[in-house]
């Protein structure tokens, strides 16, 4: 039985979750959505998933209860939620940025702005997921902090490090982590078929590499039956991933 590199992105966006008890997943792309929905159905039955307006749903998508946006927030603000968002670009601290591209007052690119970033990543857990590994994304400083990161957060003090936490940042090539002593980013896990020079070639700053670097944990065949016929029939986590090259299980 094979799996493509999308589900192996599921599973290390699902492995997120784990473990979490009873808090808000909110997965933003169509992976995280799909990894959410995988851990709610598998080894985290106690996540709460939302319709991302106001009412909190089952796992066929019906209305299990109501999320009042006052609510939401008592949430967020409580540390009772795990967040999995976009990086436009992100540094060796995990500082993120999805605003603009160069000056913030004269900038190359506008891109979405602020938005609740600085609010997610003080308040309650915060992962990333970037669908294409690459210079670009990966940088040695962001051109504007979104998403704060280890090192501004601890400059900050008590007040910003209370919740703050970054747990992993999945792409197409790998797992990463902040479990150093420095909170510098760390390579934590390869996709199968993805090399330690590939993923250090696509950063673009010193990555701390361990001296064994394991794979993504394969999927099991339960797991790829959910993804497959339950949570994502129409395949359209390969719009993500595109499907180039798969790895045996």
């Known amino acids: 039985m094979t799996a493509t590199r999308a589900e192996y992105c599921v599973i290390a966006c699902a492995e997120a979750w784990r473990d979490n008890g009873e808090v808000l997943a909110s997965p933003m792309g169509v992976i995280p959505s799909i990894g959410a929905r995988l851990a709610r159905r598998t080894f985290s039955p106690d996540l709460l998933l939302t319709d991302g ?27 009772r939620r795990h967040v999995m968002m976009g990086a436009s670009q992100i540094d060796r601290f995990g500082n993120q940025n999805i605003s603009c591209i160069g000056d913030w007052a004269r900038p190359t690119r506008q891109l979405l702005g602020v938005r609740g970033a600085p609010v997610n990543t003080l308040n309650n857990p915060t992962s990333y997921w970037v669908p294409r590994h690459s210079p670009r994304v990966f940088v040695e400083r962001v051109d504007m902090v979104c998403g704060v990161g280890y090192d501004r957060a601890a400059a900050a003090g008590p007040s910003a490090t209370r919740f703050h936490r970054v747990p992993r940042v999945v792409t197409d090539l790998a797992v990463l982590d902040f479990a150093t002593p420095d909170h510098s980013m760390r390579l934590a896990s390869l996709h199968p078929g993805v090399t330690v020079e590939r993923v250090r070639e696509a950063t673009g700053f010193e990555l701390h590499v361990p001296d064994q670097v394991p794979y993504t944990r394969e999927p099991t065949s339960r797991e790829l039956e959910l993804i497959r016929e339950v949570i994502d029939p129409q395949g359209t986590r390969n719009r993500e991933v595109p499907v180039a090259g798969k790895a045996e299980l």
């Open 53 to 79: 307006e106001a009412m909190l749903v089952g796992l066929d998508g019906t209305p299990e209860g109501w999320l009042p946006y006052r609510r939401h927030l008592t949430m967020v603000t409580g540390g």
